[in-house]
């Protein structure tokens, strides 16, 4: 299939704003005849869900949580990127692009970044009328610090709750349609799969998470703005909740899936500490603005350290090695994800890690606090110190933090064009859930800036695209296909209850975590990702014959409820891994081990793989075929990176 990534014509700062003249429109009388549903209600789900209804539709929003405001864009800590140059030093709409471009590492649409750059300023605007607190100069001004992958500061922020704030003023407008009954909100229910009717998605079906009851909705379009899946990795700086259910089952449904060994791992994370643990927990990109990453320069060194003989503080200036700011100068300590989640794994592969595991670096503030005060830094970061120490029991005002990397964050997702629609007509992804904006890698603060891009200022212009050209006729669910699905959806659930062997779904998904870690992570090579192969399909296997669920399925059922997300991890997983093999290159969070420079950089090959790679699906057990998109830069350069 040739994949129609319907970008515009016309010079790239031009196309924006000539699609949006260009896109037919639903006149107002008309809108409140078209329903739109709208699954996930954090950035990108609660920006369009409020907006939509805002413009006149009737919006179904559906969340799994007790409430909008638990969606996981809640727990992003350090801030929002936008091009405003508050900073007078040298920012733009193009400068944002070029950085954006080259930190996925030449791996995503040139159209889509730079729309995304340009509704950057916009966002901020928007967000400081709905009252979100950023933090101010002294003069008043909105204040900006800087972030990975750029030298410039256009990151805007609120203390390290920036993530609460934003998602506070996107429910604050979602609640006020919601009051206006604009907006019909379902909360405790997950979407567990797309009718299409004729081709087109018409709607859901979902499961009450407090009753078991399995729900039809119709709607002349469905979005689906349902995050990331970080979580097929177990462990992840992802809420447990978080999962690839409804991205997943629409790609079963015919949406194409892209990218999907794109996931990157964020450097600055809380070293795993054992077993135990069911997640893990990030320490914001933020603190790289003045905290300093370093590693003992000798391996004798960081034993004693490790043994428990000597601290930190007790190492020389002249015996600590600042790795970062050594192979960067620069950008220093504010490489981007990928390069510092590489540097950092490198020097504990060499034996210089710390702590008691040996796989941590440290993060030093002593040199800010010595230069400005501990209240001062406080001021930025307190709420991140604080829950450090309430996790570690180390105050690390007096002692460096210990972090290693830890999947963060997933660049792959459903295909979508440049309108955000999938390869199925009338069903939309924004937000974590879809490929477009990110390459390979994720610039620190730029997701929060994508999900209300997407969310207020493009899904709005270009889902009325689709409903002009949709008669406004009732849709109902009296549709056969609606019937199928939930018939669908009621078998798998049986088949999942009626398995009764005796492993429970976290001891399968635990095994497939460490799978992906292992071979689909920081780093991989084909020999092992064959391996992995080979033992997610014997996984499968032994899930389905040996899952033990306990309790019913009409009745509120977590270990039912994981045991389907689980499911589809373990689907997802042989897909990332099958996506891995096929790209033979090293670029941003895909290292191939075999595809590196002379100084361990990833090495790309724009000739075989400048293309995003979306995958078919064809049926169970069957290999997806792969679909690619070219991908065609007019605007910068494809040159090696690098922050050096």
């Avoid at 089952?249 to 996931?263: D, E, L, S």
């Avoid at 792959?412 to 440049?418: E, P, R, T």
Wanted: net charge neutral; charged share 25%.
């Amino acid at each position: 299939m040739i994949l129609d990534s319907k970008i515009p014509e016309g010079p790239l700062a031009e196309k924006w704003d000539k699609h949006k003249f260009n896109v037919k429109l639903v006149n107002p009388a008309n809108k409140r005849k078209y329903d739109v549903i709208v699954v996930g209600t954090g950035l990108a789900g609660g920006a369009a869900a409020a907006s939509l209804a805002e413009l006149g539709y009737n919006v179904k929003a559906f969340t799994y949580h007790d409430s909008p405001r638990r969606a996981h864009s809640i727990a992003a800590q350090g801030g929002i990127n936008a091009a405003k140059n508050y900073q007078n030093d040298g920012d733009s709409i193009f400068r944002l692009f070029y950085d954006t471009i080259k930190g996925g590492d030449y791996r995503a649409r040139e159209a889509n970044v730079y729309r995304l750059a340009q509704v950057s300023v916009n966002i901020i605007d928007q967000c400081v009328a709905q009252g979100v607190p950023f933090a101010r100069e002294y003069g008043g001004l909105l204040a900006n610090r800087s972030f990975g992958g750029a030298q410039v500061s256009r990151t805007f922020y609120a203390r390290g709750q920036t993530g609460q704030q934003l998602l506070l003023g996107a429910y604050s407008a979602l609640s006020r349609q919601i009051a206006y009954g604009k907006v019909k909100m379902y909360t405790r229910s997950e979407m567990l799969d797309v009718v299409i009717v004729d081709g087109q998605a018409r709607g859901i079906i979902t499961r009450n998470l407090v009753t078991g009851e399995i729900e039809q909705h119709a709607a002349h379009a469905v979005v689906l703005a349902t995050g990331g899946y970080g979580n097929v990795f177990y462990l992840s700086t992802n809420a447990m909740y978080c999962n690839a259910t409804a991205a997943w089952r629409a790609h079963k449904k015919g949406a194409y899936f892209a990218n999907p060994c794109f996931t990157q791992i964020h450097p600055t994370c809380i070293p795993v500490s054992g077993e135990y643990q069911s997640k893990l927990t990030l320490m914001s990109e933020s603190l790289r603005n003045d905290g300093r990453v370093w590693v003992p320069k000798t391996v004798e060194t960081a034993e004693r350290i490790r043994k428990g003989e000597i601290k930190a503080s007790d190492i020389a200036e002249d015996d600590r090695d600042y790795f970062l700011e050594r192979k960067y100068p620069a950008f220093g300590n504010l490489v981007p994800r990928d390069v510092a989640s590489r540097n950092a794994k490198q020097m504990c592969d060499e034996g210089r890690g710390v702590g008691s595991t040996g796989l941590a670096v440290y993060l030093d503030f002593s040199d800010i606090i010595k230069r400005t005060g501990a209240e001062a830094v406080s001021q930025k970061y307190g709420n991140l110190f604080a829950m450090y120490e309430k996790i570690t029991d180390e105050d690390p005002y007096k002692q460096p933090m210990r972090i290693y990397p830890a999947v963060h964050y997933t660049m792959g997702g459903l295909w979508v064009d440049y309108n955000l629609q999938t390869s199925v007509p009338g069903l939309y992804a924004t937000g974590e859930c879809n490929f477009s904006d990110h390459g390979a890698n994720r610039l620190g603060a730029s997701a929060l800036m994508q999900g209300l891009a997407d969310g207020y200022f493009v899904i709005p212009y270009t889902i009325g695209d689709y409903l002009a050209q949709t008669p406004p006729k009732p849709v109902t669910t009296e549709h056969p296909a609606f019937k199928q699905a939930e018939a669908d959806v009621q078998a798998r659930v049986q088949k999942l209850m009626s398995i009764n062997g005796s492993r429970t779904p976290d001891d399968f998904h635990k095994i497939l975590g460490q799978l992906m870690w292992e071979y689909c992570g920081m780093a991989r090579n084909e020999a092992g990702l064959k391996h992995a192969k080979a033992e997610i399909q014997k996984l499968r296997q032994e899930f389905w014959s040996d899952l033990k669920l306990s309790g019913t399925d009409m009745e509120l059922n977590q270990a039912l409820e994981k045991a389907g997300r689980v499911a589809d991890f373990l689907e997802l997983g042989e897909l990332m891994v099958d996506d891995a093999l096929d790209r033979n290159e090293s670029c941003g969070g895909h290292f191939r081990e075999e595809y590196a420079t002379e100084e361990g950089e990833a090495k790309r090959n724009d000739d075989e793989y400048a293309y995003v790679a979306a995958w078919q699906y064809v049926g169970d057990n069957q290999p997806e075929i792969l679909n690619k998109e070219e991908l065609h830069f007019e605007n910068v350069k494809l040159t090696q990176r690098s922050y050096k």
